[in-house]
């Protein structure tokens, strides 16, 4: 079950709310994306809200004005406590009546313009938290030009495995250290072994990187037992976010082997806090390449429609700004640039491949698509591979240089999606800082 172009992606689309009209904005109204936010510095409750244009709608104080009836009203109730899980559990037929009262409520004439106009915060004046209470958080490893570059450094005689091409690789990660932009995470220690070495000692990570990835956001669940079928897959994912995993690879490298990774990756996952929607990424949907002479994928992770519009096109930025930059007011300064559809497994087939052993999901569970880098050089989404493993750093218009990241270096992630006969839609920002180790 794919979403379809409707009303609520026509181009033509006109808000009352001027800033969802200026030009580079992330939030016109052919987006409309889930957080959840208060008034920063308040004691206020948190709850849900749509960002449009600079503002934000309410859906607490929303909801209180009953605007809606129908599946519209029950997702409305469902978005305005503290976390969206409510509604990410109720499925594509009440999140599409949501955005289509959304959208006919935020268009040009609309008769609820005044209800709507009294529930607007101002994102300046808010501060956002976790979109949802992440139960599971499960990586994959979906960029075989990722797996391959990495491969590479890690295992030189083997780069790419020989299960790649047949079965989604993935970790089960740790949701306690999942948290919302912008985010500062000290450097993490562990246990460090330099080759030469005849043991390991307990250090800060000097290999600190990042991974630019996608988060997807988990809908209704399955039950215990019960695999979601490909065709099915997709009305189980609720919208999309940018997702940093921060990895130690210094950690990771000693460690990795045979369980795969667990402390290089486990102490801060950074995620934007706008959901995107399933329902707002249709205009920009792409068929699955693969090149020719790739296996066919096993039936349960094969379909007409996944070949033909299973991938996404989004395009991703991921920049650097350093303490010295911020000091000299230089803006962060871009280091990669790449897309997701160049992944080798798409969305719908993560779900599958998750739930075939009949593992359950649950409604706010987040899938990481992996590091999305694509076939070139500067498309990589990681520091270890633009740098060839450290070998080649990274020159900064402050005149540093980089190889992996140094206490006070802010990394800011950015997507965004285009295509002819559609609005621009963007995923705002996923920002990180790195701060001194603790003492150990
Ligand atoms: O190939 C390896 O041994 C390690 C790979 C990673 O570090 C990547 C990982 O976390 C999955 C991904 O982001 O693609
Ligand atoms: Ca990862
Ligand atoms: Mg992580």
């Known amino acids: 079950m794919m979403a379809t172009l409707n009303e609520t992606h026509d181009p033509a689309l006109r808000s009352w709310v001027e800033s969802a009209h200026r030009a580079g904005t992330d939030f016109p109204i052919q987006n409309l994306p889930f957080g959840v936010f208060r008034r920063a510095g308040s004691q206020e409750p948190w709850r849900g809200g749509v960002a449009i244009g600079d503002q934000i709608v309410d859906l607490a104080a929303l909801h209180r004005a009953h605007p809606f009836d129908g599946a519209a009203a029950e997702a409305l109730a469902a978005a305005a406590g503290p976390t969206l899980n409510a509604l990410m559990a109720l499925g594509p037929a009440h999140w599409g009546a949501l955005r289509l009262a959304l959208s006919r409520a935020l268009r040009q004439g609309s008769a609820l313009e005044a209800a709507v106009a009294a529930c607007l915060v101002p994102q300046a004046t808010a501060e956002l938290t976790l979109p949802a209470r992440i139960g599971d958080y499960t990586d994959f490893y979906t960029s075989i030009h990722h797996a391959t570059n990495i491969g590479r450094l890690f295992r030189p005689d083997n780069p790419l495995l020989p299960n790649y091409k047949w079965v989604p690789i993935g970790y089960h990660g740790r949701s306690s250290s999942v948290a919302v932009s912008p985010q500062a995470f000290r450097r993490p220690c562990g246990q460090i072994k330099a080759p030469e070495a005849a043991a ?241």
């Open 200 to 440: 390991p000692v307990l250090a800060p990570s000097r290999r600190l990187d990042i991974e630019l990835e996608l988060g997807l956001f988990v809908g209704p669940g399955n039950a215990l037992g019960e695999p979601i079928p490909i065709a099915q897959a997709e009305a189980h994912l609720f919208g999309v976010v940018l997702l940093n995993d921060w990895s130690a690879r210094d950690i990771q490298a000693w460690e990795y082997q045979p369980l795969g990774p667990f402390l290089a990756k486990n102490f801060a996952t950074t995620i934007s806090p706008w959901v995107v929607t399933w329902e707002a990424l249709a205009p920009f949907r792409a068929p699955l390449e693969r090149p020719a002479g790739d296996p066919s994928p096993l039936s349960y992770l094969d379909s007409e429609a996944n070949r033909r519009a299973g991938a996404l096109a989004i395009e991703l930025e991921v920049a650097l700004r350093s303490a010295h930059m911020r000091a000299q007011g230089l803006p962060a300064h871009p280091i990669a640039r790449t897309n997701y559809r160049y992944a080798y497994w798409t969305p719908a087939q993560l779900v599958a491949h998750h739930t075939v052993n009949g593992c359950s999901l649950q409604p706010g569970d987040l899938l990481g698509t992996g590091t999305l880098s694509g076939p070139a050089r500067e498309q990589a989404a990681a520091l270890i591979e633009l740098t060839e493993g450290g070998k080649r750093p990274l020159e900064l218009p402050s005149g540093e240089r980089r190889t992996f990241l140094e206490d006070g270096d802010e990394v800011t992630l950015t997507g965004w999606c285009e295509a002819p006969g559609a609005v621009r839609i963007g995923f705002g920002t996923c920002t990180g800082l790195v701060l001194p180790a603790p003492t150990v």
